[in-house]
T-cell receptor, first 110, second 114 residues
């Protein structure tokens, strides 16, 4: 059974600090996605990682993918309050299905 | 493009009633997915279509749930009869090519069964 595990599930941090969210998955895949969800809202695509070693950055967020280790990271640099949200990683299976992790609820304290 | 459009945004119904959720995918997207989100179970894939054909419905909880895609611009998810445990947010998503682009999600339908 495919597992997509995020760590931590809850994170409270101070503005200005750096932190990393980890996403481990249990099957072979070379496609990984990161989404953001604000409370009561839909999911917004942040990053699409298409190959081993892929690294993408947008503002204070940077995502990377290591397909050999089956690990992706989402790094937050100098966090600001606006980044408070739930972040999901998701993995593509061979049959075009995308399976999501449980999400990491990030709360950034001003 | 208006994005993926779902209706209604909110639905409150009594147990035993039929509920129909609707979705209009982004024009040109060949893939359509229905997900359910709850606090306890997270995001669950219910069913997906490719070119209007159901490909995998293994996530549909039971026979009370059914989904159709009569044409490229419209899909429905029906629950009959509804039960309180069906209360959740139901998302529709579409994609041109999941491998390259991932999905674009609609705004969701918050269903409450009382």
């Amino acid at each position: 059974e495919l597992k997509v595990e995020q760590n931590p599930l809850f994170l409270s941090m101070q503005e200005g600090k750096n932190y990393t969210i980890y996403c481990n998955y249990s099957t072979t895949s070379d496609r990984l996605y990161w989404y953001r969800q604000d409370p009561g809202k839909s999911l917004e695509s942040l990053f699409v990682l298409l190959s081993n070693g892929a690294v993408k950055q947008e503002g204070r967020l940077m995502a990377s993918l290591d397909t050999k280790a089956r690990l992706s990271t989402l790094h937050i640099t100098a966090a600001v309050h606006d980044l408070s949200a739930t972040y999901f990683c998701a993995v593509l299976l061979r049959d075009d299905k995308i399976i999501f992790g449980k999400g990491t609820r990030l709360h950034i304290l001003p | 493009d208006a994005g993926v459009i779902q209706s209604p945004r909110h639905e409150v119904t009594e147990m035993g009633q039929e509920v129909t959720l609707r979705c209009k995918p982004i024009s040109g997207h060949d893939y359509l997915f229905w997900y359910r989100q709850t606090m306890m179970r997270g995001l669950e894939l219910l069913i997906y279509f490719n070119n209007n054909v159901p490909i995998d419905d293994s996530g549909m909880p039971e026979d009370r749930f059914s989904a159709k895609m009569p044409n490229a611009s419209f899909s429905t998810l029906k629950i009959q009869p509804s039960e309180p445990r069906d209360s959740a947010v139901y998302f529709c998503a579409s994609s041109l090519a999941p491998g390259n682009y991932g999905y674009t999600f609609g705004s969701g339908t918050r269903l409450t069964v009382v």
